[in-house]
Every structure is written in structure tokens, then in C-alpha cells.
């Protein structure tokens, strides 16, 4: 890994967009302590104070064409999972790119693309984990869901690198399985951590609103919905599910 760590960046993402233009090595790993423009999925914020939480980005090249990462964010949000579950934190998963603890978010993905489509293909994956931050932190009012953090699980500050001393080799270790032999071993893992397996869901894109019953996912990672008019196999991007 290349190591990048500041006290202060606009976004871990942008700076693993800088850095691959500055530099050939790769994989890059970017942390920060405090993001001022940090961003979540569908244009939103992501509140990231000093010193509390984990902002990191993974800027990592497939040698694979962008259709056949179809997946990957959920590899991602497994490794984590994984790494937790080990820490004794039940995290669950909402398809395609959200942890989950207490039902409560707890951290969440963005994943980029940075150059073409074709192999091989550079990649941008962004995590924020909610790690110290207290309920009455000043700016989290502004959060638009339930959230939590590990300290509010556990009730005492977790030790930031611990976490990650823990989370970025399982990552790697997953990353280079997806590379080498596909998402048919995450499919099978996938339904231990599924937070809304058999539950009435929405789907929600620009257009419309499908509802239907969450089935779990396929070997490439879409969502199967139960739905009126039968099966549906949902693929990620721009759209969100809701209970
Ligand atoms: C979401 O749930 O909407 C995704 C949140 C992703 C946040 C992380 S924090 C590190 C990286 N830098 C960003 O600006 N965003 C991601």
C-alpha cells in the first residue's frame, strides 16, 4: 500500500483521485481524521468531525473491465462486516452498501470509477465508519436517519486503529479473492448479514418506486424482489431501498 494519512482533507476519495494522477503505485490507502467535503451516496453529506470516526479510501486497479466488478461495493461492506463480527460487533448489511448496527446506520461506501471502463480499471472505494462520535455531537442533527457509532454500542471509545489494523487486511484478503475467482463465494456469505432478508422493501430510483419482498441477492450481487409481477433482479447505482 501506498499510505496517505492527513489531519484534515476535503474527501479521502479525492485524495486517491490526486494520487493516482501524481503517482503509478497502487493500491493507495488514504485516512484522514476530518473531511471538510465529505460526501455520501446521491449527493449527500458525510458528517465527518475531527478525530472520532474512520474515513478511508482504497484506490485499487482491476485488471477487469468495470462490468465485471459488478459487486464490489458489496465485497466491501462484507470485509467489514467480517472484521467486526470478529470484534464482537453484529453488523448487518443493507443491499447494496450500508453497515448497520443496533438497526441503526453505522457507516456507509462510495465507490468511484476514475478513468475508463475498460481494463484494467482504477477504482475509488470510500468507507466512513461512525466510530467515537457521540449522539450529541455538534452538526449530526443535520443527519437525515437513525444512526450509530461502536463507542454508543459498547458504551467506551474503541480504538481507532485497532479497527483498522483489523478491517484493512481482511479487505485486501477479500479484494484479491473477488479479483481472482469472482463474487460466487461472497453471494454464499451474503445472507449471514442480509438486514432485510424476507422483508417488505421499496426501491426507489429516479423514476419510480418498485415494492416488493427482499429475496437476497444473485451470484452477481443484484437484489431478487418479490414482487406483483414476479421475480425481479435489481443491480446497484443510484437507487435506494427503504423499509
Ligand atoms: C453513504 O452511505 O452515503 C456513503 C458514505 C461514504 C463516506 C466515505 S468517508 C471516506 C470517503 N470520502 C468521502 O467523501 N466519502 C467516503
Known sequence: ????????????????????????????????????????????????????????????????????????????????????????FPVELKWPNDLYLNGKKLGGILVELEGTFDAPCDVIIGVGLNVNMPLNDDGTEQIDQAWTSLSQYKGEVVDRTHLLLIIIPKLESFLAIFEQQGFTKFAQLWPQYDRYIDQAVNIISAEKVITGIA?????????????????????????????
Do not use: M
Open 215 to 243: 429475496q437476497g441477492i444473485n451470484e452477481q450481487g443484484e437484489l431478487l424482489l418479490q414482487t406483483e409481477q414476479g421475480l425481479l433482479n435489481i443491480s446497484g447505482g443510484e437507487i435506494s431501498l427503504r423499509p
Open 1 to 88: 500500500f501506498l499510505f496517505d494519512y492527513q489531519v484534515e482533507s476535503t474527501s479521502t476519495n479525492e485524495t486517491v483521485k490526486t494520487l493516482f494522477k501524481t503517482t503509478l503505485h497502487r493500491p493507495i490507502l488514504a485516512t484522514t481524521e476530518k473531511q471538510t467535503q465529505g460526501r455520501g451516496r446521491r449527493g449527500r453529506v458525510w458528517h465527518s468531525p475531527y478525530a472520532q470516526n474512520c474515513y478511508l479510501s482504497l484506490g485499487y486497479r482491476f485488471n477487469a473491465a468495470l462490468s465485471e466488478l459488478s459487486g464490489l461495493s458489496l465485497v466491501v461492506g462484507l470485509a467489514f462486516a467480517e472484521a467486526l463480527s470478529e470484534l464482537n
